[in-house]
């Protein structure tokens, strides 16, 4: 029978007390175990607008080819996924379209010494816009995967504001108030977490400074695109 004595080992042939058999001269010597070669399948997934660079992808496991037991036992897999902007993109037809990101996956762990970087790929070396890195040695080896070639839809928000700006008598500006800044924020809804803490300052203006009736009134923030 053969024995493995550890995971990435030579091997012995043995026969136990079996006297009816001897290992032949050319049966004895060092063997190989291949380390396990990488692969990656990963993609970002879209989302709505929320104010930060995260990203989603596609998988758990962005990195495959490892071992189930080693995933449990061994290998510790990080994941690191962003946009290069938190904002929607579009494009000259003002359409939406995908804002670009990147996935870095970092494998550290006892068992990753007996992983190989996949076919044709060179330590640190850039292959249409993938990269593997291999560095350290025994229990400290660590991998990386990181994928820059990936893109995908951040989606705008729908908001809505129901403030009622305040009449006013004319004074030669376009200048507009409202109730308080309070009562705006709690008026209008839609916005994300990260912009609604963000608004510091709003101004109101009418669409012009004459004197007249159901005028239109914009607001603005330097704080969020309104």
Do not use: H
Not at 38 to 60: F, S, W
Not at 144 to 150: A, Q, S, W, Y
Request: contains cysteine.
């Amino acid at each position: 029978k053969a024995k493995f004595a550890q995971d990435n080992p030579n091997f012995t042939l043995s026969f136990g007390a079996n006297d009816a058999y001897l290992p032949s001269a050319d049966s004895a010597g060092n063997f190989t175990i291949t380390a396990r070669a990488l692969a990656q399948n990963v993609r970002l997934n879209v989302k709505n607008y929320d104010g930060t660079t995260d990203a989603q992808i596609n998988t758990a496991t962005p990195v495959t080819n490892i071992l189930p037991a080693d995933l449990d036992k061994g290998v510790s897999v990080q994941i690191d996924a962003k946009f290069d902007s938190a904002d929607v993109k579009r494009n000259d037809a003002d359409a939406v379209s995908a804002q670009d990101g990147e996935v870095i996956v970092t494998l550290t762990g006892a068992r990753v010494k007996n992983y190989a970087l996949p076919s044709g790929y060179t330590s640190g070396q850039d292959k249409d816009g993938v990269t593997w890195t291999k560095s350290g040695e025994g229990d400290d080896t660590t991998i990386t995967m990181k994928r820059d070639n990936l893109s995908a839809n951040i989606n705008p928000l729908t908001v809505s504001c129901y403030v009622q700006p305040l009449d006013k008598v004319y004074d030669g500006t376009t200048t507009a108030d409202f109730e308080s800044m309070e009562s705006f924020q709690r008026a209008f809804t839609g916005l994300c977490k990260k912009d609604q803490e963000n608004i510091k300052s709003i101004t109101a203006a009418f669409s012009d400074k004459n004197a007249g009736e159901d005028k239109t009134v914009t607001l603005s923030s330097e704080q969020i695109n309104l």
